[in-house]
């Protein structure tokens, strides 16, 4: 007899995944003649989220980067290199051509302090949050409290 664990979060983790990847290729086709999507990975901090973006083999003065408050929109294209007369590509599996990626936040950043590093086929952006978006710890006062008898709050981890 054999026995399967069924891990159902992950199944659907998985099916969110291939969901993701068609929808971003049926957008990609609709919105633009962008031949291909960049990877990239997108991490939060209190401050700031840093955004990198995976364009090996593109020249950086090819990028085109615009930043709004609520989205990062990347562009560019990556040239195909040409092959010496007489040799034959066997197989080559990069992707050529425009790409263009949207990358939907969830906050507000300040676009206007944006700044951007590309360093070993990376593309590293850090997006400043708005000031009223970032966690600030507030000292909140209960009523009935005497001025006599004041009590210390813990500090609230943020």
Same mark, same amino acid.
């Given at each position: 007899m ?6 159902p979060f992950?199944e659907?983790?998985?099916?969110r995944r ?8 049926v957008?990609?086709?609709m919105?633009s003649?962008?031949a291909w999507?960049p990877a $990239?990975?997108?991490?939060?901090n /209190? ?7 995976q364009?090996?083999g593109i020249?950086?003065d090819?990028?085109?980067i615009?930043?709004?408050? /609520?989205?990062i !929109? $990347?562009?560019?294209e990556r040239?195909?290199?040409e ?5 034959r ?7 050529y ?5 949207v !990358?939907?936040?969830?906050?507000a950043?300040q676009?206007d302090a944006v700044?951007a590093n590309?360093?070993?086929?990376f593309?590293?952006?850090t997006?400043? =949050?708005v000031e009223?978006?970032r966690?600030k710890?507030?000292k909140?006062?209960l =009523? ?10 813990? /500090?609230a981890d943020?």
């Amino acid at each position: 007899m054999i026995v399967r664990y069924w891990h159902p979060f992950q199944e659907v983790e998985t099916l969110r995944r291939q969901l993701d990847s068609v929808f971003n290729e049926v957008s990609n086709a609709m919105d633009s003649p962008a031949a291909w999507t960049p990877a $990239i990975r997108l991490v939060e901090n /209190e401050d700031q989220y840093v955004l990198t973006v995976q364009l090996s083999g593109i020249i950086p003065d090819s990028i085109d980067i615009q930043a709004t408050r /609520e989205s990062i !929109v $990347i562009s560019g294209e990556r040239q195909q290199p040409e092959v010496p007369e007489g040799d034959r590509v066997l197989h080559d599996d990069i992707h050529y051509g425009n790409f263009r990626r949207v !990358v939907n936040l969830p906050e507000a950043i300040q676009n206007d302090a944006v700044s951007a590093n590309f360093e070993h086929g990376f593309l590293t952006l850090t997006l400043p =949050k708005v000031e009223e978006v970032r966690n600030k710890v507030v000292k909140v006062s209960l =009523k009935g409290q005497t001025a006599e008898n004041p009590q210390e709050l813990p /500090e609230a981890d943020a």
